[in-house]
T-cell receptor, first 113, second 115 residues
């Protein structure tokens, strides 16, 4: 599990706060992903970065803003979130090929009050 | 479009008995199929995948899965369940030659192994 790390592991924020989630991968991969996991719902893909360029944005509200400064780091900037945004946010990375496995970090458990 | 179904929300098995977690898929093309496991307060851990070749795939922790093209299934199996296997299991699919389209995950099956 140390291949993909995420910080913080837990975060509580008010609706007016601004915070950032950080993901770092130590696997030499060139694609990174943000997923949202809510109770009773399937895993939702939010963003995909391929070679540090965003290639997927699945109709995610603008209050979520991703950033990929290099192939090893991925951020998710949060501002003016809503209580329904409370969830487990998972980062993953992989090599850029269809058969390649995505490896996940431990997630950040976010609670929006 | 591609999709994956895990028809059981919950599977209960006695320790030492064989376990099966079901997965069926729908794709237009050849599938790449994956199984992941999630323990409480953890991310998803990769178990095994089918890309091509032998229909029986062996993975981590004694798990295996059989690709069945005619039934469009990829059920996860283990000959003898352990209490420590209790977790949430996800099946995922991607179409081959699809230009790196996203993985599509099932909704998950909670496995409970009872001592």
């Amino acid at each position: 599990e140390t291949g993909v790390t995420q910080t913080p592991r837990h975060l509580v924020m008010g609706m007016t706060n601004k915070k950032s989630l950080k993901c770092e991968q130590h696997l030499g991969h060139n694609a990174m992903y943000w997923y949202k996991q809510s109770a009773k719902k399937p895993l939702e893909l939010m963003f995909v970065y391929s070679l540090e360029e965003r290639v997927e944005n699945n109709s995610v509200p603008s209050r979520f803003s991703p950033e990929c400064p290099n192939s090893s780091h991925l951020f998710l900037h949060l501002h003016t979130l809503q209580p329904e945004d409370s969830a487990l946010y998972l980062c993953a990375s992989s090599q850029l090929a269809e058969q390649e496995t995505q490896y996940f970090g431990p997630g950040t458990r976010l609670l929006v009050l | 479009a591609q999709s994956v179904a895990q028809p059981e929300d919950q599977v209960n098995v006695a320790e030492g008995n064989p376990l099966t977690v079901k997965c069926t898929y729908s794709v237009s093309g050849n599938p790449y199929l994956f199984w992941y496991v999630q323990y409480p307060n953890r991310g998803l851990q990769f178990l095994l995948k089918y890309i091509t070749g032998d229909n029986l795939v062996k993975g981590s922790y004694g798990f295996e899965a059989e690709f069945n093209k005619s039934q469009t299934s990829f059920h996860l199996k283990k000959p003898s369940a352990l209490v420590s296997d209790s977790a949430l299991y996800f099946c995922a699919v991607r179409v081959s030659y699809s230009g790196n389209t996203p993985l599509v995950f099932g909704k998950g099956t909670r496995l409970s192994v009872i001592a």
